[in-house]
């Protein structure tokens, strides 16, 4: 494998940025108590407790002035995404970034005239992020175990979504037939060389900036696709002919006249 770091298991810190969270004038620090968990998701909170503390995502608190309750989320695989209550403490004294997603059809622009795709999901997405110092102490949860605080960018901010699209649209500026969608990276290509060519291209920049991505295999057929997930699409002779010979008549149908060149997919 070429790229052997970007595929490891471990927690990557983007090495391009660090995060500082801005609050508003006059904000004042709120401190809320720990929420009972149920008995049965106790362990299991405990358990993610645990692997973010190794993952150097989280460190242990006697005190601080600022403490949010944990929202957990039970995941398909029977863990938990541990997620603070920021709407109760953090997220209304943030000043707003200014940035946001973007919208679909502006990624699907990026792809036109692709026939082969494939899809690099980012490991722990937000929490590749390093915050600094200073947000280091606003980002303190409250739980059964004590306080813990977030030494990287956190699910349940309001901020986060927006701060991490902002990187990594910076990150991956000006490579054709890509876009990202927070930690979900799509390459395209008119044929395997392309999309190859700018999959290594988008890989080495993963690299670079000490990014991890999820390690997935999935094959096809007999073929086997790698680290990523790889679907190649055709549009075949046949879906061609009975395109051309529908177009007109969809485009007349109903009440709203669509122009035919209106209608024509975007992946041809």
């Known amino acids: 494998m070429e790229f052997p770091k970007v595929f490891s298991t471990d927690t990557g810190i983007f090495s391009k940025h660090q995060v500082r969270l801005n609050l ?18 106790q362990h299991r909170v405990e358990a993610e407790l645990v692997r ?9 608190v006697d005190h601080s002035p600022w403490a949010t309750p944990i929202v957990p989320i039970l995941k398909p695989d ?18 707003a970034t200014g940035n946001s997603l973007p919208k679909i ?19 722990d997405a937000y929490q590749q992020m390093e915050l600094d110092n200073q947000s280091r102490v606003c980002t303190t949860i409250n739980t059964h175990l004590g306080l ?3 030494k990287r960018l956190c699910f349940g901010l309001s901020c986060a979504p927006s701060i ?7 990150l991956l500026r000006g490579i054709d037939g890509v876009g990202c969608l927070l ?25 670079d900036a000490n990014l991890r991505a999820k390690g997935n295999k999935l094959t096809q057929g007999d073929q086997q696709l790698g680290p990523f997930r ?39």
């Not at 508003?24 to 998701?41: D, K």
């Not at 029977?78 to 000043?95: A, M, Q, S």
């Not at 991490?164 to 910076?170: H, K, S, V």
Request: net charge positive; hydrophobic share 40%; charged share 30%.
């Open 164 to 170: 991490f699209q902002r990187a990594m649209d910076n």
């Open 230 to 268: 790889h679907f190649p699409y055709r549009w075949s002779h046949d879906a061609e002919i009975w395109y051309t010979a529908s177009e007109e008549p969809l485009s007349m149908t109903g009440k709203t006249k669509i122009p035919p060149d209106q209608l024509r997919s975007p992946w041809r």
């Open 24 to 41: 508003v004038n006059n904000a004042e620090p709120r401190f809320l108590r720990a929420r009972t968990l149920p008995i049965a998701l």
């Open 52 to 60: 973010l503390m190794a993952a150097d995502i989280i460190e242990p």
């Open 78 to 95: 029977g863990t938990v995404r541990i997620c603070g209550d920021y709407r109760l403490t953090l997220n209304p004294v943030l000043e």
């Open 105 to 123: 059809d502006h990624l699907c622009a990026n792809f036109a005239n692709a026939r082969i795709f494939s899809k690099i999901d980012l490991r």
């Open 148 to 150: 813990f605080r977030y």
């Open 183 to 207: 930690d979900d990276i799509h390459i395209t290509g008119r044929d395997v060389g392309e999309h190859n060519r700018r999959l290594r291209q988008v890989l080495k920049i993963l690299d």
